[in-house]
């Protein structure tokens, strides 16, 4: 698979969901739950003043990739993100970085330098909720900006039929929607102060299936 395919796909974010042994049928209470506290982490996310955190990203089988990196978000316009590692199995060092006066944002040597999208900071964030970093990753080894910085993330790709996962820690479990179509789901282990632990997802391709999981670590979450 040539890494143009992947990250078309990746881009349409066509991801079916990780089965879950012993889900069975769950109380409205049970998937109410688990919706109010995906959306509590969007809401703390967006009110912090600053959100740090540390991932480890790996994916395997049809296509496979291992990325480092830190994200910090001290304010609407200022960003830090920098990951280096393997993607498709060549080397990449990707990079999105706001100093509130300009934008710098690619990989390796094609960094690509312009205005600060209006809004980075959510497109960076509600991605890496409903999406999941590496799909914004995926975009700057392409020397492209984050999906949707200008604005509109969430009602391009949005969330719903809530559940909690059998997964340690509990994870709540959703289905998602990108430009109206249902694309599959995915599943966010939070931890007991409702901050995001690991995110597991799988992604069909007809050569076979790429299995992702993104662990976060050190995450502060400041309001």
């Known amino acids: 698979m040539t890494r143009s395919i992947l990250l078309g796909a990746l881009l349409a974010l066509v991801a079916a969901a990780r089965p879950d042994a012993g889900r069975g049928q769950e109380s409205e209470s049970a998937s109410g739950g688990a919706a109010a506290a995906f959306s509590g982490l969007e809401t703390r996310l967006m009110d912090a003043r600053t959100v740090r955190l540390g991932f480890d990203i790996t994916s395997e089988g049809a296509f496979e990739s291992d990325l480092r990196g830190t994200l910090a978000i001290t304010g609407d316009d200022r960003v830090e993100l920098a990951a280096s590692g393997t993607f498709g199995g060549q080397a990449v060092d990707l990079k999105a970085s706001s100093d509130g006066r300009g934008f710098t944002y690619g990989n390796g040597d094609g960094l690509r330098t312009g205005a600060i999208p209006p809004r980075l900071k959510e497109a960076l964030l509600i991605g890496l909720t409903r999406m999941g970093l590496l799909h914004n990753l995926a975009v700057l080894t392409a020397n492209s900006p984050p999906d949707r910085a200008e604005g509109g993330v969430r009602e391009w790709v949005r969330v719903h ?25 995915a599943s966010l282990g ?30 502060e979450i400041e309001p």
Request: net charge negative.
């Open 161 to 185: 039929d809530f559940g909690w996962s059998a997964d340690v820690p509990p994870a709540a479990r959703f289905s998602i929607e990108v430009a109206g179509t249902p694309v599959g789901s």
């Open 190 to 219: 939070l931890d007991p102060d409702g901050n995001p632990v690991i995110r597991r997802q799988t992604v069909q391709f007809p050569q076979g299936e790429m299995r992702v999981v993104e662990r976060y670590s050190g995450v």
